[in-house]
């Protein structure tokens, strides 16, 4: 028995105004809960933030559209009851994916930093987030730091890890891309 044309038509028009119907609902509904990408510091760089600033609470993001700062610095950040300013770069160490938060004071001192995300080398590029190398930096105020191998013999010197060089040089590249950046981030965020 051959079907009319009603009663194939009929049901497949239903069945088409049923998908249109729940596709926009779910546009609508991702749209008004998804979070926007730029401003929003991940899960590892609120875990970093927590550790680093650890009397404040919140931790609001600057605008960086109006800043001109490099495109590895993917969020200024403010914590809040303080007024020191972090950093959330993005950096190429021995491994892609390293990703550092670091904390100037408000004077432009380190107050440190926490690795984030890391794929470097068990064992050597990890050693980056180990206390010895992290130390090196913590309370200098100087506008930018050399990397080192062997003895260091001025404040901004730091001692490179032995088998973790590039590693090591993209902490101090991140380091030096927030002291650079520090100036024109502490004028806006006292807007």
Do not use: H
């Amino acid at each position: 028995m051959k079907k009319s044309w009603k009663e194939i038509f009929f049901p497949t028009l239903a069945l088409t105004v049923v998908a249109l119907v729940v596709s926009t609902a779910l546009v609508f509904t991702y749209n008004a809960t998804k979070k926007e990408q730029v401003g929003n510091l991940s899960d590892e760089a609120t875990a970093a933030c927590e550790t680093l600033f650890a009397d404040s609470e919140t931790f609001d993001t600057l605008d960086l559209t109006e800043l001109r700062l490099d495109e590895r610095i993917q969020n200024v950040i403010l914590p809040s009851g303080s007024d020191a300013i972090g950093f959330e770069i993005e950096l190429k160490g021995y491994s892609k994916g390293l990703v550092l938060v670091i904390g100037l004071n408000a004077d432009g001192s380190v107050l440190g930093y926490e690795v984030a995300e890391s794929s470097e080398t068990p064992g050597l590029g990890t050693q980056i987030a180990e206390s010895d190398f992290k130390n090196q930096f913590t309370g200098k105020n100087v506008s930018s730091f050399t990397a080192v191998k062997g003895k260091t013999s001025a404040d901004s010197d730091i001692a490179v890890i032995s088998g973790a060089t590039i590693s090591s040089k993209a902490v101090v590249e991140g380091m030096n891309l927030a002291l650079a950046a520090y100036p024109n981030v502490k004028e806006a965020a006292s807007r």
